[in-house]
C-alpha cells in the first residue's frame, strides 16, 4: 500500500553579518566569557542590522533552501514562517517572504510558538501534504529576537541571537521504507506562561515588550518534556535512541541538550550542537542546526534526524524524519 510522505527536498540558511561575542558582551552588562560558556555553551552569536526584517532573513534562507532543492519559487503552493518577532502585527510576515519569491499562488501564514515554532510548523506542513491540499511547502523559522531583549538584563541577553532557516518538504508517493516525516508530536501547558514571555503586546500594553524568562524553572521543565514526546515518536515508529543517526534539538542551552541526551540515552557522537556560534534562536535554531549539518555532510540522504524543542507556553514537541 502507497503512502504519502513529506519528504525533504532541499534546506537552507541565513546568519546576519554582524558578530557578537562574549567578550562584546562583558563590555555590555556586568558578565564574562567564562560565566556564558559555563551556563549556556554560548559564545557568540548573530545580530540583525537595524535595516534586516525578519522577513529578509527568511527570505534569505528561503532562497538557499530553494536553490539546494533545485526548485523553483513557482513550484511552492505553501509557505508557513515559525516566528514570535514578526516584521509587523499584520500582515503575516509569510506573505512579505511570498512576495519577495515571487509567488503569486497558494498561500502563506506565520505560525507561533516561540522556541517550538519550527517543530509546529513542520507538523502543520506534514498534515497538509498527507491531506493531499499542497504538495511542495516552504517550512521556514526566522526570528530577529535582539529587538525584544532587554540589553541591561544579564540573565537574557547573553542568550539570544538572530537568524533563519527552512526547509522545503515535497509530497512523495510509495511502498516500502519510506523517505519523509515519519511522526510529529505536540504538546502544550498553558500553565507555565509566566516563566517565559515577552511582557508586552497589542491588547496588554501597546507596546513591544521585552523578553522575560524565570532560567531555572525553563530548566527544570525541558527534560523531561523534550523526553516525554520523544518517547511518543520512538513508540508511533519503533524506532530507539540506538537507531537514530542524529539528534538536532533545539539550540537553547548545552547543559539542556547535554541533559536530554543523557536521560534518553544517545550518545554524544550522534548530537548536533550548533549553539556555540549561534546561540538561542527560537523558532530559527534547529532547521539552522540542520542546514549546518547538512552542508558539511554530517546529515545525508537515508539518514533518521530527530528533533525536538520547547518554548514559550510552555509549548514543546518532536519530529522524527528519514532524511
Known amino acids: ?37 559555563q551556563r549556556t555553551g554560548i559564545r557568540e552569536r548573530h545580530v540583525a542590522a537595524d535595516t534586516e526584517l525578519t522577513s529578509d532573513l527568511a527570505l534569505a534562507a528561503a532562497r538557499a533552501a530553494l ?39 497558494g498561500a502563506a501564514f506565520d505560525l507561533q510558538a516561540v522556541c517550538s515554532g519550527f517543530v509546529f510548523a513542520l507538523a502543520t506542513a506534514d498534515n497538509f501534504i498527507k491531506s493531499g491540499a499542497y504538495k511542495r511547502v516552504l517550512v ?15 540573565t537574557t541577553c547573553v542568550l539570544f541571537g538572530d537568524g533563519a532557516g527552512a526547509l522545503v518538504l515535497e509530497a512523495s508517493e510509495s511502498e516500502g521504507e519510506q523517505r519523509g516525516v515519519l511522526t510529529t508530536h505536540l504538546r502544550s501547558d498553558g500553565r507555565h506562561k509566566n516563566k517565559l514571555y515577552v511582557d508586552g503586546g497589542v491588547s496588554s500594553t501597546k507596546t513591544v515588550g521585552y523578553l522575560r524568562m524565570e532560567g531555572r524553572e525553563v530548566f527544570r521543565h525541558a527534560v523531561g518534556m523534550i523526553a516525554d514526546v520523544i518517547d511518543d515518536a520512538f513508540k508511533a515508529t519503533g524506532e530507539n535512541a540506538g537507531s537514530i543517526d542524529w539528534f538536532v534539538p533545539h539550540q ?33 535554531s534547529i532547521p539552522l542546526a540542520l542546514a549546518a549539518a547538512h552542508e558539511d ?24 524524519i528519514r532524511w
Open 1 to 37: 500500500m502507497s503512502v504519502i510522505r513529506s519528504v525533504v527536498r532541499g534546506v537552507g540558511a541565513y546568519l546576519p553579518a554582524r558578530t557578537l561575542t562574549n567578550a562584546d558582551l562583558a563590555l555590555m552588562v556586568d558578565t564574562s566569557d567564562e560565566w556564558i560558556v
Open 67 to 105: 536553490a539546494n532543492a533545485g526548485m523553483e519559487p513557482g513550484e511552492i503552493d505553501l509557505i508557513i514562517l515559525a516566528t514570535s518577532t514578526p516584521d509587523n502585527t499584520f500582515p503575516a510576515t509569510a506573505v512579505s517572504v511570498q512576495a519577495g519569491l515571487g509567488i503569486t499562488h
Open 140 to 154: 521556514i523559522g526566522a526570528e530577529t529576537f535582539s529587538r525584544i531583549l532587554d540589553w541591561s538584563d544579564r
Open 252 to 284: 537553547a542551552n548545552r547543559r539542556i541538550i547535554d541533559a536530554s541526551a543523557v536521560k534518553l540515552g544517545i550518545a554524544p557522537e550522534k548530537v548536533v550542537i550548533t549553539v556555540d556560534k549561534h546561540g538561542n534562536t527560537s523558532a530559527a
Open 297 to 320: 555532510g554530517r546529515i545525508k540522504t537515508g539518514d533518521l534526524v530527530l528533533i525536538e524543542a520547547m518554548g514559550g507556553g510552555f509549548t514543546w514537541g518532536s519530529a522524527l
